[in-house]
């Protein structure tokens, strides 16, 4: 059972009878006993009169997935198998980074009916939300008191990533329709492939004259070129204790997320396959052998549930599960924080191995706090602040420039311009012909 608030609002009234007994001459503690004797029969009829919450079906109507930031509802239906009627007060058991509103849900049943209620939910975290059992709390007539059960009946939905850096794809994908051939300059060259005939056209390189389907249309015919399709881009996401720092409003980790399903959604329709692999000490996710338009959704529904570890990465194991996704040269793009030469060194001694026949790009998230307090000097506080940001970013141009001599490519910024920089440098090494 329960007691609410009014049974409290109940026995304050009592001090009423309490002070005209008092100045009837009557025995106070009689009073007060006979007061408390009431509320607490109310109480009992309260109970009774209640209908029963375990003579109650429970069951829920839950999405499989929805993304971080969006609302989502979900709806709970209680079927009254009671011969009274039910005034239900429910609470559904989500935790709190689900984003359910603290009000409790009310609901009124007739005998063998059934009800439905709506529970708004904002999730604030990517994984598996889960909501083990909802509570029913039947009120009596009067409302002092009433019955409580619990109902075992699991509800989970999986919040994936936000994607919030989707924004940038419709100018990438643009510029890769144009590299892609859509122009009227197509020139063969390293990384291109062949495409298609047309008509020659004065000042055409004569060189690419197919004189053999000139031959059989009786005009001269032209050769065109595209970027060559069919290569691999492989998205390594660091998830150490590096990538559990907070920058912004999320950790690393969730900069990194945004980044690869960018670069992703590019690499699809440019026709290249896209392999993913979340590690630290051990395969966190894998995405590998899916193209097309299945690609996003698998890569989403991976990383919802993967976060950052408290374990420092092994990078030996990392590029050595690289090598089981594919063998052929292709482009691995490494999200990671690789700010300190300390916590660099396990990685700058696995990297060389991974930058044979092969172009490496490691993308890294900075925080502009630091920069800016490198900025200030208008306090001693500020200046000792100050120096430790001067050395923290020296420390980070040093690790770039030690990716660099090893034969790969560093690029640092923050979260928002992170996705955006990587996607250019793959439209720049696809029209580079490195790609």
Not at 52 to 61: K, L, N
Not at 94 to 114: C, K, N, V, Y
Not at 177 to 206: H, M, P
Not at 250 to 265: F, K, M, N, Q, S
Request: glycine share 8%; proline share 5%.
């Amino acid at each position: 059972m329960f007691v609410t608030g009014r049974l409290a609002i109940a026995l304050a009234v009592g001090v009423i009878p309490l002070v005209l007994a008092g100045l009837a001459g009557y025995p106070a503690y009689a009073v007060l006993g006979g007061w408390i004797a009431l509320c607490a029969l109310l109480v009992g009829i309260d109970v009774v009169a209640a209908a029963s919450p375990r003579a109650v079906t429970v069951s829920r109507r839950v999405p499989a997935r929805t993304r971080i930031g969006e609302p989502v509802k979900v709806s709970v239906a209680l079927h009254n198998h009671g011969t009274r009627m039910l005034h239900a007060v429910i609470r559904d058991a989500w935790q709190p980074t689900a984003g359910a509103a603290p009000e409790r849900q009310r609901l009124s049943i007739p005998p063998g009916e059934r009800g439905r209620v709506a529970i708004p939910l904002l999730p604030r975290r990517r994984g598996e939300l889960v909501s083990e059992f909802v509570v029913i709390r039947s009120l009596g007539p009067l409302g002092l008191a009433g019955r409580q059960a619990r109902h075992r009946v699991r509800g989970a939905i999986r919040v994936l990533p936000a994607f919030s850096s989707r924004k940038h794809l419709p100018s990438r994908l643009a510029r890769l329709r144009e590299l892609d051939g859509n122009t009227s300059i197509q020139v063969r060259g390293q990384g291109t492939e062949f495409d298609s005939l047309r008509e020659y056209v004065r000042g055409d390189d004569v060189r690419s004259i197919d004189w053999r389907a000139t031959a059989r249309a009786g005009t001269t015919m032209l050769r065109t070129w595209r970027p060559e399709r069919d290569r691999h881009v492989v998205i390594i996401i660091d998830t150490g204790r590096t990538a559990a720092a907070r920058v912004g409003d999320g950790t690393r980790v969730d900069a990194a997320l945004e980044a690869a399903l960018l670069l992703a959604a590019l690499a699809s329709r440019a026709g290249d396959h896209v392999h993913l692999l979340m590690y630290d000490r051990v395969v966190r996710g894998r995405v590998t052998g899916v193209d097309g338009t299945a690609l996003l959704p698998a890569m989403t529904d991976a990383m919802a549930p993967v976060h950052a570890r408290l374990v420092d990465t092994d990078w030996h194991g990392a590029f050595s599960a690289v090598r089981t996704l594919t063998t052929r040269p292709s482009l691995i793009v490494v999200l990671t924080a690789q700010d300190a030469a300390e916590s660099a060194r396990s990685f700058l001694g696995a990297f060389p191995n991974a930058s044979r026949a092969t172009t490496v790009l490691v993308g890294s998230v900075t925080d502009d706090d630091i920069a800016a307090l490198a900025r200030r000097r208008g306090s001693r506080e500020e200046i000792y602040l100050a120096a430790a940001a001067e050395r923290t970013l020296r420390d980070a141009e040093n690790v770039a420039d030690a990716i660099r001599r090893a034969g790969g490519e560093a690029i640092a910024a923050d979260p928002e311009e992170l996705p955006p920089r990587i996607a250019d440098r793959y439209l720049e090494l696809k029209a580079a012909g490195r790609l």
